[in-house]
């Protein structure tokens, strides 16, 4: 069965650090691939999203993410964090040839920046 | 326009109890989900549905119902609610298109004590 890992459950920053948070999932085949963000007490927000093209792709408040098709992996990056990035983080796949659209999540990773 | 409403956003429970939860979507979406989040697990598919009148089960399907008897639509229900089921329940739906992603409810916090 297809799964989606995150290396980092929680990550403590303070304001300006850099932040990547690592994600691989397990599928040989053509996935697209997500990562979502929920601040607290709200719905998951898309921040950004890989189809195919350029494997850098980037996304809302200077998040970006880089897809290697050989590590299968799936890491975000923001160069210099923000109190206002404190927020749990999902990486996500679905498997093109399902049809389905089904969203295979990870278990996700709390991000706490310090002011 | 709302996107995806969730009924309602929070419920106290008793065990035995049943209940349904409503998702509605004003986007002509094909495809509904109905996740539930669980800290540490991240989010896990119950059920889904690929178009009015049809259902699916997914990761966690037991001890839930679901029912798309509308397109824009999507119940789900628990017959006799346990502690077990105490999670945010999240709705999603999408176009269902090869490249397309899913927009999801604010949620439903549902406690059973």
């Known amino acids: 069965a297809q799964s989606v890992s995150q290396h980092n459950h929680h990550v403590i920053l303070s304001e300006a650090a850099s932040l990547e948070l690592g994600c691989n999932y397990s599928?040989?085949?053509?996935?697209?691939l997500f990562w979502y963000v929920q601040y607290p007490g709200q719905h998951l927000q898309l921040l950004l999203k890989y189809f195919s093209g350029d494997p850098l792709v980037k996304g809302i408040k200077g998040f970006e993410a880089e897809f290697i098709k050989s590590k299968f992996s799936f890491n975000l990056r923001k160069p210099s964090v923000q109190w206002s990035d404190t927020a749990e983080y999902f990486c996500?796949?679905?498997?093109?040839?399902?049809?389905?659209?089904?969203?295979?999540f990870g278990q996700g990773t709390t991000l706490q920046v310090k002011p | 326009n709302a996107g995806v409403t969730q009924t309602p956003k929070f419920r106290v429970l008793k065990t035995g109890q049943s209940m349904t939860l409503l998702c509605a979507q004003d986007m002509n979406h094909e495809y509904m989900y109905w996740y539930r989040q669980d800290p540490g697990m991240g989010l896990r598919l119950i059920h889904y549905?690929?178009?009015?009148?049809?259902?699916a089960k997914g990761e966690v399907p037991d001890g839930y119902n679901v029912s798309r008897l509308k397109k824009q639509n999507f119940l789900l229900g628990l017959e006799s609610a346990a502690p077990s089921q105490t999670s945010v329940y999240f709705c999603a739906s999408s176009t269902g298109t090869s490249n397309t992603e899913a927009f999801f409810g604010q949620g439903t916090r549902l406690t059973v004590v």
């Open positions: 549905s690929v178009g009015e009148g049809t259902t």
């Open positions: 599928y040989g085949g053509t996935v697209n």
């Open positions: 996500a796949v679905t498997v093109r040839r399902s049809n389905t659209g089904k969203l295979i």
